[in-house]
């Protein structure tokens, strides 16, 4: 295994975050902020510090199983899954010798805006390349769902930038 895990799986914490994770389900492409998951286990009964989700989404990014990305410009720390998280959490308990089975309650429970899992709203993105001049290729990252109105305020924000 490598060192992200070894390094910091020793505390409790950490554990119960990896029972979380294993014991709940997540679709693979969809987004798990800190925030989100860090409230969800605080109402399953754990004491947790966001840190010690910080650290954990950090890890299971290294290991392949997902993107992290830092909040920024209003938007939230999050894991994009790009695996199964359920498997990934599953194997590193099972290679540390802990049980699946937790104290964490299994009843779902709907946070402030209802929602029955800390789901975020980011929308599924789609990298589009682009040639912008000779052997300078860019890549748009922009989401899915992109509508017309959007697209034009994209346009009329590269229209502002400084050019040199």
């Given at each position: 295994?490598?060192q992200?895990?070894?390094?910091?799986l020793?505390?409790?914490?950490?554990?119960?975050?990896?029972?979380?994770?294993?014991?709940?389900?997540?679709?693979?492409?969809?987004?798990?902020?800190?925030d989100?998951?860090l409230?969800?286990l605080?109402?399953a009964g754990?004491?947790?510090e966001?840190?010690?989700?910080?650290?954990?989404?950090?890890?299971?990014?290294?290991?392949?199983?997902?993107?992290?990305?830092?909040?920024?410009?209003g938007?939230?720390?999050?894991?994009?899954?790009?695996?199964d998280?359920?498997?990934?959490?599953?194997?590193?308990?099972?290679?540390?010798?802990?049980?699946?089975?937790?104290e964490?309650?299994?009843?779902?429970?709907?946070?402030?805006?209802?929602?029955?899992?800390?789901?975020?709203?980011?929308?599924?993105?789609?990298?589009?390349?682009?040639?912008?001049?000779?052997?300078?290729?860019?890549?748009?990252?922009?989401?899915?769902?992109?509508?017309?109105?959007?697209?034009?305020?994209?346009?009329?924000?590269?229209?502002?930038?400084?050019?040199?």
């Open positions: 295994m490598g992200p895990f070894d390094n910091f020793l505390k409790k914490a950490n554990l119960g975050i990896l029972q979380y994770l294993a014991e709940h389900p997540k679709a693979i492409g969809k987004a798990t902020t800190v989100g998951l409230s969800m605080v109402k754990l004491r947790i966001r840190s010690d989700v910080i650290d954990v989404l950090k890890a299971c990014a290294h290991e392949g199983s997902g993107k992290f990305y830092v909040g920024r410009h938007r939230k720390s999050r894991i994009i899954w790009l695996t998280r359920t498997e990934l959490a599953k194997r590193i308990l099972h290679e540390r010798g802990q049980a699946i089975t937790t964490i309650d299994r009843r779902p429970t709907p946070d402030a805006t209802g929602r029955m899992e800390e789901e975020d709203d980011t929308p599924p993105m789609l990298r589009y390349p682009f040639m912008l001049r000779n052997r300078l290729e860019i890549t748009l990252e922009l989401p899915a769902d992109l509508t017309a109105q959007e697209a034009t305020r994209m346009s009329e924000f590269i229209k502002t930038l400084p050019l040199g």
